[in-house]
């Protein structure tokens, strides 16, 4: 969520100019949006970096004396970042073909030992960057969560809940024109058909209004809960003492 302009240089940069940089980003009449990830003009934030051992850098393994290779990046990008977004980015990374899955080995061994955890939660099914962030709170919440789970006679949803509800987490990119509004509403009405509550969020709800998003969310659940509790015979489980 950092709109600022990162740099990464080797450990013991000198004379970086940093104050000449500061004229230069996004126009502020330029919105920001899904497809315009400028930065905004201003202080960079300069990251000093020694020399990671086996992942090698320069002309020689294909990147320039200015241009760190992907592995490196990932690192930093994991480091400067908190541990959901760390996530969707090393998941965002693999699903680009930015790195290697084989590389994975090598990212986790150069990074601080309270971050080697962070590889239980990655999820390759993760289809966009919220989706990653999206399944790592749920999932940390105590929710199961499977990602790009179907509908029958219809498409997949981004998130599949405890199994009972669908949810999708639109973004206006993907989301805009008549054909797809079509289809997302026919596939809505096409879960509720059978007996599946969809709902559907934007960015601004996982990003600014989670607290209200995710009340809604798990009131959704324990209400399909409790239903599918009731027709099975038993009691739901908001009733239980």
Not at 23 to 32: E, I
Not at 36 to 46: F, I, K, S
Not at 61 to 82: I, K
Not at 134 to 163: C, N, T, W, Y
Request: hydrophobic letters at 40%; a neutral charge.
């Amino acid at each position: 969520m950092d709109t600022r302009l990162h740099v990464h240089v080797p450990a013991g940069s000198k004379r970086l100019r940093v104050d000449s940089v500061v004229a230069f980003g996004r126009d502020t009449s330029t919105a920001r949006s899904d497809t315009n990830y400028l930065a905004e003009a201003g202080v960079p934030r300069v990251h000093w970096q020694r020399p990671i051992r086996g992942i090698p850098m320069g002309e020689r393994h294909g990147t320039s004396d200015w241009m760190v290779p992907p592995l490196l990046a990932l690192r930093q990008a994991v480091l400067c970042q908190e541990e959901e977004h760390a996530i969707a980015s090393i998941d965002s990374a693999l699903r680009k073909n930015f790195i290697l899955p084989g590389q994975l080995d090598l990212l986790f061994d150069t990074l601080p030992q309270r971050l080697h955890g962070l590889r239980t939660e990655l999820d390759p099914l993760a289809d966009s960057g919220t989706e990653s962030i999206f399944g790592v709170r749920m999932r940390r919440l105590g929710h199961i969560v499977e990602l790009q789970r179907a509908v029958p006679g219809s498409s997949k949803f981004d998130a599949l809940i405890d199994d009972v509800v669908a949810v999708d987490l639109d973004s206006k990119r993907w989301h805009s024109d008549e054909a797809q509004q079509k289809w997302d509403y026919d596939k809505t009405l096409q879960s509720f058909a059978w007996g599946r509550p969809a709902i559907r969020i934007l960015p601004h709800h996982l990003f600014e209004y989670w607290p209200e998003t995710l009340q809604a969310i798990e009131r959704a659940v324990q209400d399909a809960l409790d239903l599918r509790s009731y027709r099975e015979g038993g009691r739901p489980k908001s009733a239980h003492s």
